[in-house]
C-alpha cells in the first residue's frame, strides 16, 4: 500500500465521519447513533485492515467467493463482517458462520436456508431484509407491498434475527429524488416497527451510499455503506 494511498484514505475517512456528524446532528441524533459500514468489494485487506486501524468497525462484501478469499485477512478483531450483495441460495452455507450479519434478504427461500445452515452450524444469523424500494425489475429486493407478509413467513424461523431493513434506491439525477425514496424507506420502517411483530426487530435501518449518505441519514438512515468515498473509485481488473 502506498503512502499516498493511505493518505487519501485517512483523509476521506476523517472527512465521512465529520458528514456522518453533521448529518446525525440535523437530523437530530446522535454520531454514535449511525454505524458506517464500508463497502470494500475490490478493496484489498491490507488496504481494508488500514481503515479498520483508524477506527473503522463495520466492513461489507458482496460477493461470496471475494469474501472468502478474503477471510483469513481481514482484522476481524475489530470489526464486524456482513454480507450486502445479492446472495444465492446455493452460497450460503459458504458464509453462515463467518459473517455477523446478512443485509439482502429477499425471499422466504434465503431466509430459510439461512435459518438450515444457521442450526447446523449451532450459530445466530442477524438479517436485514432488502427492500426494492423503486419497484423496479431486475432488482433485488421483496417489493414494499410484499414486505409484511415477507416478514410474518420468517419471522419464526430458527436461528435468525430480523434487525430491519436495507435497500438500494434507483440512480437518481436529484438529491430531492433520492430523498423521496430514502423517506418512503423510512415510513415502511416506522410502520412495521410499530406493528410489533414477533421476532422481529427494527433497530437498522441501512441506507446510503458514497453519493447519498447525508441525505440518507437526514431520511432516518442509522446504518450507510460507503464504498468509493472511502477508499477510491473502484478498479475492477
Ligand atoms: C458497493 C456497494 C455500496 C457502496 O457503493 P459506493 O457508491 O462505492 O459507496 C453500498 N452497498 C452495496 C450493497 C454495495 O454493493
Redesign the pocket.
Known amino acids: 500500500m502506498t503512502e499516498k494511498l493511505s493518505d487519501s484514505i485517512r483523509y476521506n475517512y476523517q472527512f465521512i465521519e465529520e458528514r456522518i456528524s453533521e448529518a446525525a446532528q440535523k437530523a437530530g441524533k446522535r454520531r454514535e447513533d449511525i454505524t458506517f459500514l464500508a463497502?470494500t468489494?475490490t478493496v484489498d485487506v491490507e488496504t481494508i485492515n488500514f481503515a479498520i486501524s483508524l477506527g473503522l468497525k463495520y466492513i461489507?462484501e458482496?460477493k461470496v467467493q471475494e469474501l472468502l478469499s478474503k477471510y483469513d485477512g481481514y482484522n476481524l478483531n475489530d470489526a464486524s463482517l456482513q454480507f450486502?450483495?445479492h446472495l444465492q441460495t446455493n452460497k450460503v452455507r459458504q458464509i453462515v458462520g463467518k459473517v455477523d450479519l446478512i443485509?439482502?434478504v429477499d425471499s422466504v427461500k434465503l431466509a430459510k436456508e439461512i435459518s438450515k445452515q444457521s442450526v447446523k452450524n449451532n450459530v445466530n444469523t442477524d438479517i436485514l431484509v432488502e427492500v426494492n424500494i423503486g419497484a423496479e425489475e431486475n432488482k433485488s429486493g421483496v417489493m414494499p407491498e410484499m414486505l409484511v407478509e415477507l416478514l410474518d413467513e420468517i419471522k419464526d424461523f430458527e436461528n435468525i434475527s430480523v434487525k430491519g431493513l436495507m435497500a438500494?434506491p434507483p440512480i437518481c439525477d436529484s438529491s430531492q429524488k433520492i430523498s423521496k425514496f430514502f423517506s418512503k424507506m423510512n415510513n415502511l420502517f416506522i410502520d412495521i416497527s410499530g406493528k410489533n411483530i414477533d421476532n422481529i426487530s427494527m433497530d437498522i435501518l441501512s441506507m446510503g451510499?458514497?453519493?447519498d449518505?447525508y441525505e440518507a441519514i437526514l431520511s432516518g438512515a442509522n446504518m450507510v455503506?460507503?464504498?468509493?468515498?472511502?477508499f477510491g473509485a473502484?478498479n475492477y481488473n
Open positions: 463497502a468489494k461489507g458482496n450486502i450483495g443485509q439482502s438500494i451510499m458514497s453519493a449518505y455503506r460507503i464504498g468509493s468515498s472511502l473502484r
